[in-house]
């Protein structure tokens, strides 16, 4: 049994973690709390855009021809497929995802039609079809969901052709709040959704299909629930968070890492490490006023980039990985102090070799046993391209399968 330390608690972490205990290692997590599984919307992204803003229709195609630089090319198209089935299969079962050959888009709570794979079965209705009827249902008592703008912008899009049109229905929040969270709505219909079910049923017309608030429920049979009570196809729309999608993946993912026996360390951060050689032995971790040395066979370091403090930037412009001081691939090899925009600061991060361990401007590993996931990879912009879970998936696979198959491994 090998001992790993997974830094972060965001998907890459989680996932990595449970991986790693699937596969027989004993393994702790280290964060200063969870990572941003919680605000994102749930579905599965590889890739969804490009540089150029023109919309990606095969997301593996991208992985396959993305650039050196990228994380993509260090991944590898199998590794992300692996990543994604493991999820699909595993922990996030319940959420009934869905693979196709491509991209589908599903919109937003600004009308836009976002591409994305991975589609959980909350959004399956949801998928935007050329020549299909949609009617988009907003709430009196839920601000995060215009309606009638998420409608027209939805038929003006370029990307592809519909009918919509849209309603707001009147449904009681619970305590009669008249300003109600996606949180308090979906905690309310887990338990209590009749009122709902009895509105939506009103609203559509022949083969229309309803489009809500992604507040269907935190638990994930409750959405397919509602729909069959509705009786015609009911999909949610993606809102800003607190987002239930997210909330529903995170949930299962930290319950499946309860069950495998991974201790997850909260309010602790990584600051440092003990060396010999090429080899971390141990993780220095801070918590409750003190720092203790936790001793390690393997690393798995994704503490996400710039916004969750694995990776800063100081008054000089000068870039770094805090923990470990790894080196920190600039784009373009320019002078970071030089970086004049937002996007070729975010490309900054670490670059990795297949096996996802750290490497130095040589392309040599800088530890034999660090390895790394997630958002501190630099050379992508997954806000932009809409490639986080593809990369956070891939790595974490990538980085467990290679301690699993290091012989160097000390086992107890």
Same mark, same amino acid.
Request: with cysteine; aromatic share 4%; hydrophobic share 45%.
């Given at each position: 049994?090998?001992?790993?330390?997974?830094?972060?608690?965001?998907?890459?972490?989680?996932?990595?973690?449970?991986?790693?205990?699937?596969?027989?290692?004993?393994?702790?997590?280290?964060?200063?709390?969870?990572?941003?599984?919680?605000?994102?919307?749930?579905?599965?992204?590889?890739?969804?855009?490009?540089?150029?803003?023109?919309?990606?229709?095969?997301?593996?195609?991208?992985?396959?021809?993305?650039?050196?630089?990228?994380?993509?090319?260090?991944?590898?198209?199998?590794?992300?497929?692996?990543?994604?089935?493991?999820?699909?299969?595993?922990?996030?079962?319940?959420?009934?995802?869905?693979?196709?050959?491509?991209?589908?888009?599903?919109?937003?709570?600004?009308?836009?039609?976002?591409?994305?794979?991975?589609?959980?079965?909350?959004?399956?209705?949801?998928?935007?079809?050329?020549?299909?009827?949609?009617?988009?249902?907003?709430?009196?008592?839920?601000?995060?969901?215009?309606?009638?703008?998420?409608?027209?912008?939805?038929?003006?899009?370029?990307?592809?052709?519909?009918?919509?049109?849209?309603?707001?229905?009147?449904?009681?929040?619970?305590?009669?709040?008249?300003?109600?969270?996606?949180?308090?709505?979906?905690?309310?219909?887990?338990?209590?959704? %009749?009122? /709902? @079910?009895?509105?939506?049923?009103?609203? #559509? &017309?022949?083969?229309?299909? +309803? *489009? !809500?608030? $992604?507040?269907?429920?935190?638990?994930?049979?409750?959405?397919?629930?509602?729909?069959?009570?509705?009786?015609?196809?009911?999909? %949610?729309? /993606? @809102?800003?968070?607190?987002?239930?999608? #997210? &909330?529903?993946?995170?949930? +299962? *993912? !930290?319950? $499946?890492?309860?069950?495998?026996?991974?201790?997850?360390?909260?309010?602790?951060?990584?600051?440092?490490?003990?060396?010999?050689?090429?080899?971390?032995?141990?993780?220095?971790?801070?918590?409750?006023?003190?720092?203790?040395?936790?001793? !390690?066979? $393997?690393?798995?370091?994704?503490?996400?980039?710039?916004?969750?403090?694995?990776?800063?930037?100081?008054?000089?412009?000068?870039?770094?990985?805090?923990?470990?001081?790894?080196?920190?691939?600039?784009?373009?090899?320019?002078?970071?102090?030089?970086?004049?925009?937002?996007?070729?600061?975010?490309?900054?991060?670490?670059?990795?070799?297949?096996?996802?361990?750290?490497?130095?401007?040589?392309?040599?590993?800088?530890?034999?046993?660090?390895?790394?996931?997630?958002?501190?990879?630099?050379?992508?912009?997954?806000?932009?391209?809409?490639?986080?879970?593809?990369?956070?998936?891939?790595?974490?696979?990538?980085?467990?399968?290679?301690?699993?198959?290091?012989?160097?491994?000390?086992?107890?």
């Amino acid at each position: 049994m090998s001992r790993i330390i997974v830094i972060g608690a965001g998907l890459a972490g989680l996932s990595a973690a449970l991986m790693a205990a699937e596969r027989g290692h004993r393994v702790d997590v280290i964060a200063k709390g969870y990572g941003g599984t919680l605000l994102s919307h749930g579905s599965l992204d590889v890739y969804g855009w490009r540089a150029d803003g023109t919309l990606v229709t095969d997301p593996f195609a991208e992985v396959d021809a993305a650039e050196p630089t990228h994380p993509y090319a260090a991944i590898g198209s199998a590794n992300v497929r692996a990543g994604l089935s493991w999820l699909a299969e595993g922990p996030a079962r319940p959420l009934g995802f869905d693979f196709a050959d491509a991209n589908r888009l599903v919109p937003t709570s600004v009308g836009a039609a976002r591409p994305t794979y991975g589609v959980p079965a909350s959004l399956r209705s949801s998928v935007l079809v050329d020549g299909a009827s949609y009617v988009v249902v907003g709430l009196s008592v839920f601000k995060d969901l215009p309606a009638s703008l998420v409608a027209d912008n939805l038929a003006r899009s370029p990307h592809v052709s519909v009918t919509v049109r849209s309603e707001v229905i009147d449904v009681a929040a619970r305590g009669g709040e008249r300003d109600a969270t996606a949180t308090t709505l979906a905690r309310m219909w887990d338990d209590h959704a %009749e009122e /709902l @079910v009895t509105a939506l049923s009103s609203v #559509g &017309r022949g083969e229309e299909i +309803l *489009l !809500v608030p $992604a507040a269907l429920g935190l638990d994930p049979a409750t959405a397919p629930a509602i729909a069959r009570r509705v009786g015609r196809g009911v999909g %949610e729309v /993606l @809102v800003p968070p607190p987002a239930i999608g #997210g &909330r529903r993946l995170h949930d +299962l *993912l !930290v319950n $499946a890492c309860r069950a495998a026996r991974v201790d997850i360390h909260l309010n602790a951060r990584a600051v440092g490490a003990v060396v010999d050689g090429d080899a971390i032995t141990a993780v220095r971790v801070q918590r409750a006023g003190r720092v203790t040395a936790s001793r !390690v066979d $393997a690393v798995i370091h994704a503490p996400g980039g710039f916004e969750s403090g694995g990776l800063a930037r100081d008054s000089y412009g000068v870039i770094t990985e805090p923990v470990f001081h790894l080196p920190i691939a600039i784009p373009g090899g320019k002078d970071p102090a030089e970086l004049s925009s937002l996007e070729e600061i975010l490309r900054c991060g670490v670059r990795v070799d297949e096996r996802m361990r750290p490497v130095g401007a040589d392309g040599a590993h800088v530890y034999r046993n660090l390895h790394a996931a997630g958002d501190v990879l630099g050379g992508a912009l997954p806000f932009s391209e809409l490639s986080g879970e593809g990369i956070c998936l891939g790595a974490a696979w990538a980085a467990v399968t290679a301690i699993s198959e290091n012989e160097e491994l000390t086992h107890e």
